[in-house]
């Protein structure tokens, strides 16, 4: 079966609208992507710095955080 009305026209204005939004939402998904890359790559670690994690216990804590470890007999 085909559709009872064809007249390409007149659906390429009432489909107007809904295509305007569907892009206007894929270049604001791609600004927000953007955003992320470029505060992640700022806001990343400074391979320089002194902190790290060595055998499961970071280092840059304070003392008063790192659990004390059981003494061995």
């Avoid at 026209?9 to 892009?23: N, S």
């Avoid at 790290?52 to 216990?57: A, C, H, L, N, W």
């Amino acid at each position: 079966m085909s559709a009872p009305d064809t007249n390409t026209e007149t659906k390429k204005a009432a489909h107007k609208t809904p295509i305007i939004g569907m892009i206007a939402v894929v270049i604001f998904a791609v600004v927000l992507l953007f955003i992320l890359v470029s505060w992640l790559s700022f806001a990343g670690n400074d391979p320089s710095s002194e902190g790290g994690v060595e055998g499961g216990i970071s280092t840059d804590l304070p003392e008063s955080t790192i659990p004390a470890q059981p003494e061995a007999d």
